[in-house]
C-alpha cells in the first residue's frame, strides 16, 4: 500500500510538469510554430511516434517532461520558427507553461468544491472550520482495532462502557477513556461513509511499541473546502486559486525578508525538493482524496510562482531575455544566453541535490519507517 500510494503521489507530480510542458506546446501550435518533439521523461530515449511534424517520445529518465521548439535556442528566420515571431507571441509561448500550472489548480479546486476536502488540525481549538472529528488513520494488523472491524477514514462518534458514554471530540478524549478501561470491554460508534456502525473492542495492558493499547492511529481533521452545487465550482474554484496564490506570494515574501534581513527561514517553512514533495504528497494522501488533490493544487500554484523568478533556465528567465531583447532592439546573442541559462541550470540542480540530501532523504527514511 505503502508503495502504490508513493508511485500515485509521484505520478501526479510528473502529471503537473506534463502539464506544463502542454502549455509551452499548445500556444506554440496556435501560433503556427513547429514543435519537433513532446517528450515525457528525459532522454535517452526509449520509444516515440511522430505524428505531422511532431515526434511524441517516451524516455529513461521519469523526472519531468520537455518540448523542443523550433528556433527556440537559435535565430533561425523560417516561418514556423520561434526566433521569428513577434515578441509578444514568444512571451505567450514563454508564459504558456506557468498560466497551465494554474489553469490546472483552477480545475482541481474546482473538483474540490464539488467534492469537498479535509484537513488534518490537530487537538488544538481552532477558528474557521467545520465538521470538526476524530478520524481512523491506521490500523495495526493484529490489534483489538483490527479484531473489532475498524477500518481507515472511521470517523470516530463516541466510546462506551457500562453506564456511560463518551463523545469524542479530540484524540485526548479518545485516550482518556481507553487509558481507563484497560482489560475491560469498550463500545465504539464510528461514521464510516455516512453509516453509523458499531463496534466492540477490550484495551491491551501489553502491546508492541508504537501501537499503543488499541492499535489506531487517529488524527483530528476538519472541513477545508464545503462541497458547493457543480455549477459554482469553476467560479468557487477560481476564487480559491486566487486566494491560494496570494497566500503563497506573502509566504515567499516572509521567507526571502527572514534571509535577506539574516533572520534564517521562518517558523513553520521547510524547504523540499522533488522528492520531499512526493514524501509529502504521499502523507497527504491518507486524509483522503479531497486533502490529496488539494495538495498538488496548491503545489501546482507554488511551482508556477517558482517558474516566473527571473532565472535563467527558469520561464522567468526566458521572459526577461525577451524584454531585454525588446529594450535593446535586438536579442541577446544566442551564445551567451545559452552560457547564462547552463551555469544557472547546473546552480539550480546543485541546490536540488542538496535540499534532496540534507531534506529529503530523512523524510524518505521516517515515511518508509512508519509505513513497516
Known amino acids: 500500500m505503502m508503495i502504490l500510494t508513493l508511485l500515485v503521489a ?20 496556435k501560433f503556427g510554430v513547429k514543435v519537433e518533439e513532446f517528450g515525457i521523461g528525459y532522454p535517452p530515449r526509449l520509444f516515440g511516434k511522430k505524428f505531422g ?59 474540490l468544491f464539488v467534492i469537498g476536502a479535509n484537513v488534518p488540525i490537530g487537538d488544538q481549538d481552532v477558528a474557521g472550520f467545520s465538521n470538526v472529528r476524530v478520524q481512523i488513520m491506521n490500523v495495526a494488523p493484529g490489534s483489538p482495532a483490527e479484531s473489532a472491524g475498524l ?35 469498550v463500545a465504539i460508534t464510528v461514521n464510516r461513509l455516512g453509516e453509523s456502525l458499531n ?50 506570494i506573502q509566504g515567499i515574501w516572509s521567507v526571502f525578508a527572514n534571509l535577506f534581513s539574516g533572520k534564517g527561514v521562518p517558523s513553520g517553512a521547510e524547504l523540499a525538493g522533488p522528492v520531499g514533495i512526493t514524501i509529502f504528497l504521499a502523507k497527504a494522501a491518507d486524509y483522503g482524496v479531497g486533502f490529496f488533490l488539494y495538495f498538488i493544487g496548491s503545489i501546482s500554484v507554488f511551482i508556477a510562482l517558482f517558474n516566473i523568478f527571473p532565472i535563467p533556465a ?21 551564445h551567451w544566453e ?19 540530501v540534507k531534506f529529503d532523504f530523512p523524510r524518505v527514511v521516517e515515511f518508509w519507517k512508519a509505513g513497516l
Open 314 to 334: 527558469l520561464d522567468g528567465g526566458k521572459f526577461v531575455f525577451l524584454v531585454i531583447e525588446k529594450v535593446m532592439g535586438k536579442p541577446v546573442p544566442a
Open 199 to 248: 463496534f466492540n473492542f477490550t484495551p491491551r495492558f501489553e502491546y508492541p511499541a508504537g501501537e499503543g493499547s488499541v492499535g489506531v492511529g487517529l488524527e483530528r481533521t476538519a472541513t477545508l473546502i464545503e462541497k458547493v452545487p457543480w455549477y459554482q465550482a469553476p467560479i468557487k474554484g477560481t476564487m480559491y486559486c486566487g486566494q491560494v496564490t496570494w497566500g503563497a
Open 53 to 111: 511534424e511532431t515526434l511524441y517520445s517516451v524516455n529513461l529518465i521519469p523526472l519531468g517532461a520537455f518540448v523542443k521548439i523550433f528556433g527556440e535556442t537559435a535565430d533561425i528566420h523560417d516561418a514556423k520558427s520561434f526566433s521569428n515571431l513577434a515578441i509578444w507571441k514568444r512571451i505567450l509561448i514563454v508564459l504558456g507553461g506557468v498560466l497551465a500550472f494554474w489553469v490546472a489548480s483552477i480545475v482541481i479546486f474546482s473538483v
Open 10 to 29: 509521484f505520478l501526479s507530480l510528473i502529471a503537473l510538469m506534463i502539464i506544463h510542458e502542454f502549455g509551452h506546446f499548445i500556444i506554440a501550435k
Open 338 to 356: 545559452q552560457k547564462v541559462t547552463v551555469f544557472f541550470f547546473i546552480l539550480l540542480i546543485t541546490a536540488s541535490i542538496f535540499v534532496t
Open 151 to 185: 477500518q481507515l477514514q472511521d470517523e470516530v462518534i463516541s466510546l462506551s462502557t457500562p453506564g456511560v458514554s463518551y463523545k469524542i471530540n479530540k484524540i485526548v478524549d479518545f485516550q482518556k477513556v481507553v487509558q481507563e478501561n484497560k482489560g475491560k470491554p
